[in-house]
């Protein structure tokens, strides 16, 4: 019988665990052999790779344009029980003691969606223990393994609603729930189970692309009829609010629609998880940043990628923390915002609202040496 295809997670796994099984067949001079040619080549370019983080100063967008307040976030976590696996668990817990560590501290931290990979309660139960000891005000967002086990049942059981709005130091924050799907599973006798792995795959093309679905549209616009035009708007997703690349679902199917109402508000940024990359978008009045994942990098899709975007290099395999990280975001004056990419092991990346707001002409990230992913 057929097993379907794989998703690209399953092949990523598989892909890695025949590189290090090959690996063993290498001897120790072959090796050193290839380690020493890798730093030659590295050293003859003028290249470094970066461990250790260093803590930089963010500047505000502008001459005048000075930061307000910060908030920190963390997302994609995607916990496992910790007796199946105990990485994921260790890197959720490296990213709260970063944020504890920030002095100031942010006014509140951000949770991006998928704090568990299978929705199961023990992971659920497991990442609500971890972020608990986060000294800061925690707001929740809901990511697609946290919901399609039980249709989010028991999230909004330990956290609340899947969206709500909240209003802080002159700007009004939204957390929308972006990752509902249509229903591909009653037709086919889906267990719950069977519901949750096929939308954990990624690609697997048996589900629908994300959406934020018309309650949740209709729920978006009575929110934002009592906030004044002029008012900041900074928007909490899950899935990026456009379409990036349908086939990983790295996407919202009604990002158009999305964008229309938020549209007659001049200062809007969405702030996005799932893509676990370095992401910058602008849409018009919009200005979009990604978020990191604590567990894994994904690779950029092959098409799609928003032409602001400066990569990320690709992730050392040997280094579980490449690639991953947590971060913070600097609110101005403006409304607008400036984000930092704690990237772990490597140096921080700011992206400035100015780099957005000028398309790109000034205050540019730095571009990796590297090839990227």
């Known amino acids: ?31 050193v052999k290839l380690a020493g040619l890798s730093a030659g080549l590295a050293m003859a370019k003028g290249l470094v790779t970066p461990h250790g983080f260093q803590l930089v100063q963010v500047a505000s967008a502008a001459e005048g344009d000075r930061p307000s307040f910060t908030f920190a976030y963390v997302s994609d976590t995607h916990l496992y029980p910790a007796s199946l696996n105990d990485r994921f668990v260790r890197a959720a817990l490296k990213a709260v003691d970063d944020v504890n560590a920030l002095d100031p501290q942010p006014d509140f931290v951000l949770f991006g969606g998928d ?19 986060i000294k800061a005000p925690v707001h929740m967002m809901v990511g697609e393994h946290d919901w399609f086990l039980d249709l989010g049942e028991y999230w909004r059981g330990l956290f609340g609603p899947a969206q709500h709005s909240f209003d802080h130091k ?11 799907e249509k229903d591909f599973w009653t037709a086919r006798g889906m267990t719950p189970a069977e519901r949750m792995q096929t939308v954990a795959g990624l690609d697997n093309g048996v589900q629908s ?47 158009e629609e999305v964008q229309a109402i938020l549209k007659p508000f001049p200062h809007v940024t969405v702030i996005h998880g799932h893509t676990h990359q370095l992401l910058t978008n602008r849409i018009d009045n919009i200005q979009f940043h990604g978020m990191l994942s604590t567990a894994w990098p994904w690779p950029y899709a092959p098409e799609g990628l928003p032409k602001l975007t400066i990569q990320m290099n690709r992730a050392d395999p040997f280094d579980q923390f490449d690639g991953c990280g947590d971060g913070a975001v600097e609110v101005l004056e403006s409304g607008l915002v400036n984000k930092l990419y704690n990237l772990w092991d490597r140096n921080p990346v700011a992206v400035r609202a100015s780099y957005l707001t000028s398309g790109g002409a000034k205050d540019a990230p730095p571009r990796t040496k590297l090839p990227s992913f």
Do not use: C
């Open 209 to 255: 692309r994300f959406e934020v679905g018309e309650e949740g549209r209709a729920w978006l616009k009575r929110d934002l009829e009592k906030v004044d035009h002029q008012t900041p708007l900074v928007v909490f997703s899950h899935s990026p609010l456009y379409k990036y690349y349908r086939p990983w679902n790295f996407w919202t199917e009604d990002a």
């Open 1 to 31: 019988m057929s097993k379907g295809p794989k998703s690209i997670e399953t092949r990523h796994y598989e892909e890695r665990g025949a590189f290090f099984a090959g690996l063993r067949h290498v001897s120790r001079r072959s090796f």
């Open 170 to 180: 002159g700007v009004h924050f939204v957390t929308l729930m972006s990752v509902q």
């Open 115 to 133: 704090l568990a990979q299978l929705g199961r309660k023990e992971e659920l139960d497991l990442g609500r223990q971890i972020l608990k000891t």
